[in-house]
């Protein structure tokens, strides 16, 4: 099965979130999108973020009003087993260790792909891995990484929301 992962920590998750896991599971070679939630990611301001607990059950909540489609997405706490804090690359191993019958392809925002040399073990991922990348607007011009499989996903819906909008809002 094609397994997408697509992490983050969903602080809180939202619409937008929701609505791309969705157009990948219907537009897309993906079996099933797992949305994992990281219990710390490094590259964020860990005192900001919810109970771990509390945004899983949040994204649980989120998908089961989907209907048809809550079947091929997934909310995973497969991160929150792991060493802390949560490194892509080190989840994408376990996962390949503890579902060696899944074929994972990496989802992320192109806002991530333009500092995604700054991730541990990068280049790994991008050797190892398929990524699909959802197009952000606005996102600072980056010189396209080597990759095994980097996949723009064209078409997909513009989601003109973020987290931060939301936490900044209340």
Known sequence: MKIGIYGGSFNPIHFGHIGLAKWVVEHTDIDQVWLMVSPYN????????????L?????????????????RIVVSD???????????????RALTKAYPEHEFTLIIGEDNLSIFHRWRQSNYILQHFRVMVYPRHGCAPYEMPHAKDLQLLHGAPYFDISSTEIRNSK
Do not use: M
């Not at 490094?42 to 607990?53: F, N, V, W």
């Not at 945004?55 to 209907?67: C, H, P, V, W, Y």
């Not at 497969?78 to 994408?92: D, I, K, Q, V």
């Open 55 to 71: 945004r899983f059950q949040q994204a649980t909540e989120a998908i089961q009003s989907l209907g048809e489609s809550a079947n």
């Open 42 to 53: 490094p590259l964020k301001d860990s005192h900001i973020l919810a109970d771990e607990q």
């Open 78 to 92: 497969f991160e929150f087993h792991l060493p802390r804090p949560s490194y892509t690359a080190n989840t994408l």
